[in-house]
């Protein structure tokens, strides 16, 4: 009996011109389309003589690592956090994104960053100074505070224990194509095309 596929590409929520002008839709389109549907496929290939992790929820298996076997580790840690970190990117992002969060993110952000101004300049400077290519990141930490940080590649915040409320991808393919090299220029774009209300949703499970 072949063992169904465990892991699919999903549909982006929003058409690829969504979020223009500030992505561009042959950007999007490519980035879901082809980055994405490789991460997935070449997880699918690292898991497919491992039934009880292809078993594991994606979550699950980027928490846990560890006790991936070494021979595909680099591949799971690689596909599968592309995978996640790429399905939480189109969702946290909306057509006539909303320039700020509300309600307890809001207070959250103030209470840990200082001020949203703050918050923002830290994440984008965070981005901007990722040598090669990595995400951006704003998360609920080990101890339920928000904590903002970069990491290399396609590694995932859940490998550490940590629960990413909003990822800026900052691989050339994200960006190349409209901006070129002006990876500032992307960044300061992609704030007007955040879903705040996805990230609140995200941040009251964190808690919960």
Do not use: C
Request: hydrophobic letters at 40%; aromatic letters at 10%.
């Amino acid at each position: 009996e072949k063992h169904l596929m465990a892991h699919t590409l999903p549909a982006l929520p929003y058409a690829y011109n969504a979020l223009e002008p500030f992505i561009d839709e042959l950007t999007m389109q490519i980035h879901h389309d082809k980055h994405h549907q490789a991460y997935v496929t070449n997880l699918n290939n690292a898991l497919a003589n491992v039934p009880e992790l292809a078993e594991k929820s994606l979550e699950s298996l980027l928490r846990d690592i560890a006790s991936v076997p070494d021979s595909i580790r680099t591949a799971v840690r690689n596909n599968g956090g592309g995978h996640h970190n790429h399905t939480m990117f189109w969702e946290i992002m909306a057509p006539g994104g909303r320039g700020e969060p509300t309600g307890a993110l809001a207070e959250a952000i103030a209470s840990a960053f200082g001020s949203f101004a703050d918050f923002k300049a830290k994440v984008t400077q965070n981005g901007v100074t990722r040598f090669g290519s990595g995400w951006s990141w704003l998360v609920v930490d080990g101890n339920h505070k928000l904590a903002v940080y970069s990491t290399a590649n396609q590694d995932s915040p859940l490998m550490d224990g940590h629960t990413p409320l909003l990822g800026i991808d900052v691989w050339e393919h994200a960006y190349y194509l409209k901006y070129q090299n002006r990876r500032p220029d992307y960044l300061a774009a992609w704030w007007s095309t955040v879903n705040w209300d996805e990230i609140a949703k995200r941040f009251a499970s964190a808690l919960a």
